[in-house]
């Protein structure tokens, strides 16, 4: 596609539910990145795909966080059990040869 | 201490100021980025710079290695301009390490 897409724009979901957060990045990237955003702070690192594997994963904070990227293209946050400390806006952002990036507009998510 | 460390943190400005944000980092760098980022909005890479200067319409980055810190100046400043501005560097480590962003409000 012509920018990074991100699914849902907003999701509201209530403590102790399971979520799936959507990258779809631009159309031959082969890096891809999940940023997590808490309010008034910048982005924070959470894992970051070349092609289908994880190349490095020492962001996500805990085992309840996971991410997939199966076919080297778009790739699916999954948050288990969620907690009210996880409300955030998550984004993703896409790559060619890490020399320049191309941000989503970002997946707000509200646990309540 | 954070490895990206932006000042100010919050600015404002009258519109057709001429505006400067700092961005210092404590690591090596291959790279680093300014981003702009409006409320609700995604973010859009604004400069990626390795050396020297860049210039875009009313905005200018330069980076001076030796000292590791870069500015963001915005010339004619506009009330469009609000966002909140943010500095990442690349450190070769994978992913972009960023600082807390400066929020900026240029009144009219």
């Known amino acids: 596609g012509a920018g990074v897409s991100q699914t849902p724009s907003n999701k509201v979901t209530e403590k102790g539910k399971y979520v799936e957060l959507r990258c779809d990045p631009i159309?031959?990237?082969?890096?891809l990145y999940w940023y997590r955003q808490s309010l008034g702070q910048g982005p924070e690192f959470l894992i970051y795909?070349?092609?289908?594997?994880?190349?490095?994963d020492s962001g996500l904070p805990n085992d309840r966080f996971f991410a997939v990227r199966p076919e080297g293209s778009v790739s699916t946050l999954k948050i288990q059990r969620t907690e009210r400390g996880d409300s955030a806006v998550y984004l993703c952002a896409s790559s060619l040869r890490g020399d320049g990036y191309t941000f989503g507009s970002g997946t707000r998510l509200t646990v309540v | 201490k954070n490895e990206v460390e932006q000042s100010p943190q919050n600015l404002t400005a009258q519109e057709g100021e001429f505006i400067t944000i700092n961005c210092s980092y404590s690591v090596g760098i291959s790279a680093l980025h300014w981003l702009q980022q409006h409320p609700g909005g995604g973010i859009v890479s604004l400069f990626m710079l390795s050396s020297g200067k860049k210039k875009h319409g009313r905005l200018i980055a330069t980076i001076n290695i030796q000292e590791k810190h870069s500015s963001l100046h915005i010339t004619a400043s506009h009330p469009r301009d609000s966002a909140v501005y943010i500095c990442a560097v690349d450190t070769g480590r994978r992913a972009l390490t960023f600082g807390s962003g400066t929020r900026l409000q240029v009144q009219p």
């Open positions: 795909f070349q092609g289908t594997g994880a190349a490095d």
């Open positions: 159309s031959g990237h082969t890096a």
